[in-house]
């Protein structure tokens, strides 16, 4: 198997995390708000404001909230002072030990949030401040009665840390393993057709912005029915890895190879005209031709064709270009394939 010469773009895609961070402003809008006038109302003015400033940067947070793009350092930004304010409650004289229930919160609040490094790190954080607030505050002493409610407290703040945890690794796991297989082709291990307009996208834009040169190579397999026919559909499978093999091998880092379908394949080869696409084009197929595909100690004659078409001189978006590259590959077939049009 070929491996994907790219890098995945660590691009946030969490709408989990969204949709948590979503519920925990409304909840502070509303009942953060609640408390606020109920501090006011018992005469803790300090932390009334403090909870009304946290429900004013809640409601800002709400309002720009879907046009947010790296979700998690704004996560940070408001669950740090969240956690601040509770522990400013917590640590207020006129909230006896019930308060502390809210402690709980804490390290499902920083998994779901931040992940489970930075969520073990923060909820560790105010964890440990939260137990030496309820330790000073009702003056805890080994041996005293009240001992064993606050050993509740703490232990079941570190199970739910512990299960937050090994949940949020294993999600992480599962999502990394889901987006992989959806931009990666399973038989080649390149980049499926989707993930590779993805990147024509990318480098269009690039494209536009410095004028930098993309071309666009679209390879066929020749007669490659006929490798189905005589060796049988699994040869078929190892002689399309190993076209793929040589795609991927013998191109730069900044390029991309992706099975675009079938026994078709692209390449899109970043800063390189047409002039310069035509030499990798030729390069290729001779390896091709010139490398023995071996399956079950027979070898397996193959070779390709190829079109190039170059971003902007054959056209401004993927259908256009892929049109430009296709025609030219049908014309290398046409000529006797095992060669490069373009
Ligand atoms: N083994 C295998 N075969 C595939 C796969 N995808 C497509 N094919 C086969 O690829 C063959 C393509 O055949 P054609 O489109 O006629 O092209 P060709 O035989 O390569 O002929 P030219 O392109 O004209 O040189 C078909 O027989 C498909 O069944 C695959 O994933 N594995």
């Known amino acids: 198997m070929a491996d994907p010469q790219y890098s995945f773009r660590s691009r946030e895609v969490s709408p989990h995390q ?7 402003l409304w909840f502070t809008c509303s009942a953060v708000l609640c408390f606020a006038a109920l501090h006011f109302y018992v005469g803790d003015i300090w932390l009334a ?35 601040i304010v509770m522990m400013y ?39 440990g401040c939260a137990g030496v607030i309820l330790a000073r505050k009702f003056e805890v002493t080994p041996g005293m009665p009240g001992l064993i409610e606050v050993v509740h407290v703490i232990l079941c703040a570190i199970a739910i840390a512990g299960f937050s945890h090994v949940y949020e690794a294993s999600r992480e796991r599962t999502e990394a393993e889901l987006r992989r297989l959806a931009l990666v082709d399973p038989l080649t291990g390149l980049a499926n057709r989707s993930r590779f307009r993805d990147v024509f996208a990318q480098e269009r834009q690039r494209f536009l912005r410095h004028k930098t040169p993309v071309s666009l190579l679209v390879v066929d397999v020749d007669h490659f029915k006929r490798v189905n026919d005589d060796y049988g559909h699994d040869a078929g499978d190892v002689a399309l890895c190993f076209v ?21 394949f692209g390449i899109l080869l970043s800063g390189a005209d047409i002039d310069y696409a035509r030499p990798v084009a030729n390069m290729l197929c ?46 290398a077939k046409a000529e006797g394939r095992d060669r490069v049009v373009g």
Not at 18 to 24: E, I, N, T
Not at 67 to 73: A, D, G
């Open 18 to 24: 969204r949709a948590v961070l979503r519920a925990l």
């Open 49 to 83: 404001v403090a909870e009304l400033c946290l429900v004013a940067y809640a409601a800002l947070l709400l309002y720009v909230l879907q046009e947010i793009e790296r979700l998690r350092p704004r996560s940070l930004l408001f669950i740090v002072p969240f956690f």
């Open 89 to 127: 409650a917590l640590a207020s004289p006129e909230n006896g030990a019930t308060v502390f229930v809210w402690v709980l919160l804490v390290p499902l609040l920083s998994h779901l949030l931040l992940g489970r490094w930075q969520g073990m790190v923060v909820a560790m954080v105010f964890m």
């Open 244 to 264: 793929a093999d040589i795609l991927a091998g013998r191109i730069r880092k900044t390029d991309v190879a992706g099975r675009l379908g079938g026994e078709e």
């Open 286 to 331: 001779e390896r091709v031709r010139l490398r023995a595909c071996r399956y079950r100690g027979q070898e397996i004659a193959l070779s390709i064709s190829i079109g190039i078409a170059e971003l902007g001189r054959d056209g401004l978006d993927f259908r256009s270009v892929f049109a430009n590259a296709d025609r030219r590959l049908y014309k």
